[in-house]
């Protein structure tokens, strides 16, 4: 886990009670410690996704060993879970703004959001109408130079409103300040990233989205 999660289960424990006796979802669970956490807030139902079969395996395996009913499933998103609708969605979805290339000991799907980093992000919010609950919300990670405004709209165009519930300062590693596009980096230097040398750092937003009206 890094920073994102923290900051993202930092953000769920302000609220607790949005987690308790809910049913939750987590799109991209990777190790399952925020499913983990969740549970330890007292959700109904643990339910994770991941592209990645050793981290549906990883996830599976942490829930069971803390004695936590859960399910897990390997697949595309929204396709291993059609049909059904949770009372929160968590996310720290790869939505880092650079092409897709491997870097040495991480997972193939591991941060990359395609050039815009918008790859994944908006099919998350675009399919979030079809699977909240009525009264429920999604809080996830989202980078500040990943145009916020631009969520907003996708957002706003499927009867969804997001707000800012939590900013914090994140380091870019290097193998990552490397890849990033670079008329993002141009675009978003001394505004959302700050570079000092070598080391990069950028704005992380927690967000959380529901229907319009229902937000906060």
Same mark, same amino acid.
């Given at each position: 886990? =890094? ?24 799109? !991209? ?5 925020? #499913? ?15 592209? $990645? ?18 399910? +897990? ?12 609708? +949770? ?16 870097? =040495? !000991?991480?997972?193939? =799907?591991?941060? =990359? ?6 790859? *994944? ?23 500040? +130079? ?5 969520? @907003? $709209? ?6 969804? $409103? ?6 914090? #300062? ?8 490397? #890849?990033?596009?670079?008329?993002? *980096? *141009?675009?978003? $230097?001394?505004?959302?990233? @700050? ?20 937000? !906060?």
């Amino acid at each position: 886990p =890094s920073e994102y999660p923290g900051a993202l289960l930092h953000a769920l424990r302000m609220e607790p009670r949005r987690a308790r006796g809910a049913s939750v979802l987590e799109i !991209g669970c990777g190790s399952g410690v925020l #499913l983990a956490a969740l549970g330890t807030m007292g959700a109904s139902s643990l339910c994770g996704v991941d592209i $990645e079969q050793d981290a549906v395996e990883t996830g599976a395996s942490l829930l069971e060993g803390l004695g936590y009913r859960s399910e +897990f499933f390997r697949g595309d998103m929204w396709q291993p879970v059609s049909g059904r609708r +949770f009372d929160l969605i968590v996310a720290n979805l790869p939505h880092f703004p650079m092409e897709h290339c491997p870097v =040495s !000991g991480r997972r193939a =799907s591991w941060s =990359s959001g395609g050039p815009d980093g918008r790859e *994944l992000l908006d099919p998350f919010i675009e399919g979030l109408p079809d699977h909240l609950s009525p009264g429920g919300r999604a809080v996830i990670t989202h980078n500040a +130079f990943v145009d916020l405004d631009r969520s @907003r $709209e996708v957002a706003a165009g499927h009867g969804l $409103e997001l707000r800012v519930v939590l900013t914090v #300062l994140v380091y870019i590693a290097v193998e990552k300040a490397a #890849l990033m596009t670079p008329t993002v *980096l *141009l675009a978003e $230097e001394g505004r959302s990233i @700050r570079t000092y040398g070598p080391h990069v750092f950028g704005d992380m937003h927690i967000v959380e989205i529901a229907v319009s009206g229902a937000a !906060g």
